[in-house]
């Protein structure tokens, strides 16, 4: 049995099968709207919030995971005797990793390290997964550290929106705001870059948006071999299967999942959003 227990956010949306397999802890951030609170993938799920979003008078707001919601992960983990490495949504898109820092002063007999994985998605997800396949396979904490360290370096992450209100509105769109104010037609192409969403380019159709994921991939994975890829979406499952199919077969993947924009992510990409994340190389 691993000595190591791996942590990550909500906002990995790793799917739940691969969560059950590499017994993987995730931490759930936090959905506000009104005076409503739900925690992130368990209190509402994306179906039930794309669904809700459509006729919203009022727009909801996100929030990071709690510091108790770290306290009580630890401690269980800490029961089992596992040391702990805690993986997390870049700290410039999220206030979660300040969340795990102050949990882990709480507990100083907890031994925790935390990664910031620089990103979020499923970019974020196959970090944790690489680094929960080594504790599986018994490697330490300090050489599951350096998996997801290195893992860190060959992932990222595309995406297409509809629009950028969503991410202009929450403050999470970096350079992108130079796209905002352009004509209505133009599909504006995104990625997390040094931890924050930047703007990669604008094309005029949904349809070109979709194939010039596919090519911004192959571009970033330079030739390196093995593939791993994840499709994500906002209420668009069908363009974004269509772009893992795509991806797939120009890559020779040996793992491909389709994951679905966690109502968190999905409060500042907005319905419709489709992307491409990848892990190469390892």
């Known amino acids: 049995m691993s000595e190591v227990a791996i942590i990550t956010d909500s906002t990995a ?15 759930p951030l936090v959905l506000i709207w009104g005076e409503e609170e739900f925690l992130d993938g368990i209190d509402i799920e994306p179906d039930e919030f794309y669904a809700r979003l459509q006729n919203a008078k009022i727009m909801p707001s996100t929030s990071q995971v709690t510091p108790q919601s770290f306290i009580d992960t630890y401690t269980r983990l800490n029961e089992q005797g596992k040391q702990i490495l805690a993986v997390l949504i870049s700290d410039k898109l ?21 990664v910031d994985s620089n990103t979020t998605s499923m970019a974020l997800g196959y970090q944790a997964i690489m680094a929960a396949r080594a504790a599986a396979d018994g490697a330490s904490l300090s050489e599951c550290v350096a998996v997801a360290e290195e893992a860190k370096k060959k992932t990222g992450v595309v995406f297409a929106v509809d629009t950028l209100e969503f ?5 999470r769109i970096g350079s992108g705001s130079r796209f905002l104010g352009t004509a209505l037609k133009l599909k504006p192409i995104l990625e997390v870059a ?6 990669v380019e604008r094309v005029r ?18 030739g390196r071999t ?3 890829l994840a499709s994500l979406n906002a209420n668009a499952a069908d363009d974004a299967q269509e ?14 999942i389709s ?3 966690s109502p968190v992510i999905g409060t500042h990409t907005g319905p419709g959003t489709v992307g491409l994340a990848y892990l190469a190389g390892m």
Do not use: M, W
Not at 19 to 26: L, M
């Open 13 to 27: 949306y790793i799917p739940d099968d691969i969560v059950k397999q590499s017994q993987i802890s995730v931490v």
């Open 94 to 114: 999220s206030g979660t990793i300040a969340s795990a820092i102050q949990a882990k002063k709480t507990l100083p007999e907890v031994t925790v390290e935390i």
């Open 167 to 171: 991410l202009h509105r929450g403050g």
């Open 194 to 199: 040094n931890g924050r969403v930047e703007a």
């Open 205 to 222: 159709t949904r349809r070109k948006s979709l194939e010039r994921l596919v090519d911004l991939i192959e571009e970033r994975i330079d």
């Open 226 to 228: 093995p593939v791993h």
């Open 243 to 256: 772009c893992l199919e795509i991806a797939k077969e120009r890559f020779n993947s040996i793992e491909s």
């Open 259 to 261: 994951s679905t924009v």
